[in-house]
């Protein structure tokens, strides 16, 4: 009997697989395992509490396992892929492949073939893959270059918005909601705490936000509708790159959705979808949310899909470090 691990390191959960060929035999949540959001004991303890958790309900121990396949932001960050690598290896057998989140997020949807994964949650990201299997992406730069539409956008626009209010002379429940949600008593206080380092987690206010603007504060409501306009850019900018790769100007692939934001936050869903489709009046879009972890799941248990998206990985290592090395002294 083969065995298959899948892992989604999110930036503050990390969800866990064990599956044979046909059936999920455990599954397993802890706190996020990604080194760009904890340190390396807080990770550690994390990855093994969560395989530990896959043995006590299968019985299957981690020796067993085939293959692994584990998506998270930041794939390509030595301090995220190095530790990653090496801690599974130690602990879980056979081959391993660390792809983006975005890209098992985009496997889950499209099962390989053609399609856009936007993805935004704690942060975001934008994948897509053309008829020919040609992939690019746009945005998932991290909090502080990109990550349009995330919870982190949306939180950091906010607490902005908040001060540009008082600026302007509007008023905005933004404010006292925000005070209340960080038990600061006074705009002094939140000024202060706004500013300190290590800097608040903002991606924790956007639910926050989501419910003031449902409450029909205008300030909250474009916030929402900024940061999904945002995140329409970088669709908009992967369509254009895709069509490039696959030489038809008319090609628009279908769009499916994944993570927190595209899930619960809805106007900004709604904002993105408006966006491109003022540029492409017949994009298609899945509804609902896809689980990223179903992607990771699939390219572990497909043998050939595995292998190819390793070959092409290395493949594009090598190249990098062929060119590095070309480069004149």
Avoid at 140 to 163: E, K, M, N, T, Y
């Amino acid at each position: 009997m083969a065995y298959f691990l899948a892992i989604d390191a999110g930036g503050t959960k990390t969800d866990f697989v064990l599956a044979d060929e046909t059936r999920t035999l455990a599954r397993q949540r802890t706190g996020t395992i990604k080194r760009l959001r904890t340190d390396a004991d807080t990770a550690l303890k994390n990855l093994e509490e969560g395989l530990r958790g896959l043995t006590a309900q299968s019985g299957i121990a981690m020796s067993s396992v085939l293959r692994t396949c584990v998506g998270t932001a930041g794939e390509t960050v030595p301090m995220v892929a190095d530790w990653l690598r090496e801690t599974i290896a130690e602990r879980v057998s056979g081959q391993l492949l660390l792809l983006g989140d975005v890209e098992i997020a985009l496997d889950a949807a499209f099962r390989g073939g053609p399609g856009i994964l936007v993805l935004a949650g704690t942060g975001s990201n934008v994948a897509g893959r053309t008829p020919s299997g040609k992939m690019a992406n746009t945005g998932g730069w991290g909090p502080v270059l990109s990550d349009q539409g995330s919870g982190h956008a949306i939180g950091l626009r906010a607490i902005r918005s908040v001060f540009m209010a008082i600026d302007e002379g509007r008023t905005t429940a933004l404010q006292q909601a925000v005070m209340d949600f960080w038990n600061l008593p006074s705009l002094d206080l939140l000024i202060e705490y706004a500013n300190r380092t290590p800097a608040p987690d903002v991606s924790r206010l956007a639910q926050l936000v989501y419910s003031v603007a449902q409450h029909g504060d205008p300030v909250a409501q474009e916030v929402l509708k900024a940061e999904g306009e945002a995140l329409a850019h970088l669709v908009r900018l992967l369509i254009r790159k895709l069509q490039t790769l696959q030489g038809d100007p008319a090609f628009v692939p279908q769009l499916a959705f994944a993570g927190s934001i595209m899930e619960r936050v809805v106007p900004v869903r709604e904002a993105l979808i408006a966006s491109l489709r003022k540029d492409f009046p017949s994009l298609q879009t899945r509804d609902g949310v896809v689980d990223p972890i179903e992607g990771a799941l699939w390219r572990a248990r497909d043998q050939q899909a595995f292998e190819a998206r390793a070959h092409a990985i290395e493949q594009r290592t090598t190249e990098s470090v062929d060119a590095t090395t070309a480069q004149p002294a």
